[in-house]
C-alpha cells in the first residue's frame, strides 16, 4: 500500500482561541515593528507604493496539501514559476507541516516578521480576524484580485469576522460527503445509498460482514468529532452556538451525536479500533475494503492514490433525518478548505496581491485543485472537464450550498474542547459498550462549560 500523508489538518481547531487573546499584543507588536517581511528583497512597492513590482521576492507559506509535502512544493512550484515571467516578481516557498502551520502564523502575527501571503485553515479566520494582524478585503482591495463577486459566495462565508470585510479568501474548497462501495451494496442488495441516519444504521448492519465493516470513522480526531457534532446538532434542531455563547449541552445534541458515538460499540456499524484513528486510517480501510462507507472531504485523490478507480465507488450528500425534527435543518457539509491570508505586516502588499489573484484566476483554480484533489473556488473554474465528472457535481452542489461553522473567534477552540470530549466517549464505547445519552449529555456540559468559561475570560 502506498503511503498516505495524515489527513490535512484545514479545519482543526489547535489552540485558535491564543489568536484572539493576542490581538491587542498582535496591534501593539505590528505597528512597533513597522511590517518589514523577513524575505522581501528588491525595495519599494510596500503597501502604499504605486510603483512597479516587478524584482521584488515575496515568501508564501503553503499548507501540505495533495498527497503530500513533496506533491505540494512541485504543483506550486511550477506555478510560481508561470507567475513570475507574467509579473517579475519572485515567491520564496515554506511548504509548512498541519502541526507547526498555527502556532507559526500565531508567532508571525505576533511579530511582525511572517510571510508575504500565506495559507490558512479557513475555520481559523475568524480567531485570526480577531488579531487584526490581516490586510482586508474591502471592495477596493478585491478589485485588485480581480473582484468579489468571481467567488462562490460560501466560501466567502468563512473568511473572517462576520459583518466585517474578509481577511482572507479561499482558494481551494472542500464539503463532506458519503461515500460507498458500490459492489458491497449490490452484494448486500442494497439499490441506493441511505438518505437519512436511519437508514445509513440498518445498512452498516447489512454490510457489516466477513471482516468488513459497514462505515470507517476517524474516532480519535477531534476535527472529526467537532465536525460531526455540528452537522448532526443542525440536523437535530440544536446549533452549536446560540445567544453569544456555547449551546451544545442539551438532551437534543446528546441523542444527535450519540449516533456517531455508538457506531464502535459492540453490535455497531464500525470497528472499535477505529476509536484510535486520526491519521486517514479509515480511508485506506475503504480503500482496502475494510469497510463500505465512508464519510469525508474530497477523499478522490487519497483514494487515486490507493489503487481505488472512480467507477468502484460513489458519493452522495451526508444523510439527512426525514422528517426533519422541529428547528432542524438540511446541513450536509459546511465549506471546508484553505484560504489565503495577506499580514499587515507585508513590506510588498501590491505584490503580495498580485499572487493571491494568480492563485484565484481561473487557470490556477484549475490546474492546483485538480492536482490536489480539492476544488475550484471560483465560479468559472468549474467550466473546466476536471470538474464535470459525476462525483465532482455532487461536491460542487454541497459545497455551494454548505453551511458555516460558528463564525466566532472560540470556534477553533470548541473543535478541540468538544472534539476532545466526543473522542473521549468514542474510546468508552469501544471498550466498555454504547454510551447513554445521559453520559454524553454530562460530557458535552463539561466541555460547554470549560468552552464558554475560556470564552468569557478571552
Excluded at 473572517?160 to 462501495?181: C, D, I, Q, T
Excluded at 445509498?193 to 476517524?218: N, V
Aim: hydrophobic content about 35%; glycine content about 12%.
Amino acid at each position: 500500500m502506498k503511503t498516505v500523508h495524515p489527513r490535512r489538518a484545514r479545519t482543526l481547531g489547535r489552540r485558535g482561541v491564543a489568536l484572539a487573546a493576542a490581538g491587542a499584543a498582535a496591534a501593539m507588536l505590528l505597528a512597533a515593528c513597522g511590517g518589514g517581511s523577513s524575505s522581501s528583497t528588491g525595495g519599494g512597492g510596500g503597501s502604499g507604493s504605486t510603483g512597479s513590482v516587478k524584482g521584488q521576492t515575496i515568501t508564501y507559506w503553503a499548507s501540505v496539501e495533495g498527497t503530500g509535502p513533496a506533491q505540494t512544493t512541485s504543483t506550486l512550484t511550477k506555478e510560481f514559476r508561470t507567475f513570475t515571467k507574467q509579473t517579475g516578481v519572485h515567491v520564496k516557498l515554506q511548504v509548512i507541516p498541519w502541526s507547526d502551520l498555527e502556532q507559526k502564523i500565531l508567532t508571525s502575527v505576533t511579530s511582525g516578521s511572517g510571510p508575504d501571503v500565506m495559507e490558512i485553515g479557513n475555520t481559523w479566520s475568524p480567531s485570526l480576524a480577531a488579531s487584526g494582524g490581516f490586510v482586508s478585503f474591502t471592495p477596493s482591495t478585491f478589485a485588485k484580485i480581480g473582484g468579489e463577486s468571481k467567488f462562490v459566495k460560501t466560501g466567502l462565508e468563512v473568511a473572517g469576522a462576520p459583518g466585517k470585510a474578509p481577511m482572507s479568501v479561499p482558494v481551494y474548497g472542500e464539503a463532506y460527503a458519503l461515500v460507498y462501495n458500490k459492489a458491497d451494496f449490490k452484494a448486500a442488495g442494497i439499490s441506493q445509498p441511505p438518505k437519512t441516519w436511519t437508514q445509513l444504521l440498518a445498512d452498516g448492519k447489512k454490510l457489516t460482514t466477513h471482516g468488513r465493516h459497514g462505515i470507517a470513522i476517524e474516532g480519535n480526531s477531534a476535527s472529526e468529532a467537532a465536525h460531526w457534532a455540528f452537522f448532526l446538532g443542525e440536523q437535530a434542531g440544536n446549533p452549536l452556538y446560540s445567544g453569544g455563547k456555547w449551546d451544545f449541552a442539551t438532551p437534543k445534541e446528546a441523542t444527535a451525536v450519540s449516533t456517531y458515538i455508538n457506531m464502535v460499540a459492540k453490535g455497531g456499524i464500525a470497528s472499535p479500533a477505529d476509536a484510535e484513528y486520526d491519521s486517514s486510517q479509515s480511508v485506506s480501510d475503504f480503500a482496502n475494503n475494510k469497510t463500505a462507507m465512508l464519510v469525508w472531504q474530497n477523499p478522490t485523490e487519497t483514494l487515486a492514490q490507493l489503487g481505488m478507480k472512480p467507477s468502484q465507488y460513489g458519493v452522495t450528500p451526508i444523510p439527512v433525518p426525514n422528517p426533519l425534527p422541529a428547528g432542524g435543518k438540511a446541513v450536509e457539509s459546511f465549506p471546508a478548505g484553505i484560504n489565503l491570508a495577506v499580514p499587515s505586516s507585508t513590506s510588498h502588499e501590491a505584490a503580495a496581491l498580485k499572487l493571491v489573484k494568480y492563485m484565484t484566476s481561473p487557470a490556477a483554480q484549475v490546474k492546483i485543485n485538480g492536482t490536489y484533489g480539492t476544488f475550484p473556488t471560483i465560479t468559472s473554474a468549474y467550466k473546466a472537464a476536471a470538474f464535470q465528472t459525476p462525483d465532482a457535481k455532487v461536491f460542487e452542489k454541497i459545497y455551494s450550498g454548505a453551511t458555516p461553522l460558528p463564525q466566532v473567534p472560540s470556534e477553533s477552540t470548541m473543535e478541540t474542547d468538544l472534539g476532545g470530549a466526543i473522542n473521549h466517549l468514542i474510546g468508552r464505547a469501544a471498550s466498555t459498550g454504547a454510551v447513554s445519552t445521559s453520559q454524553i449529555l454530562a460530557s458535552l456540559k463539561s466541555a460547554q462549560d470549560q468552552l464558554n468559561a475560556s470564552q468569557a475570560a478571552g
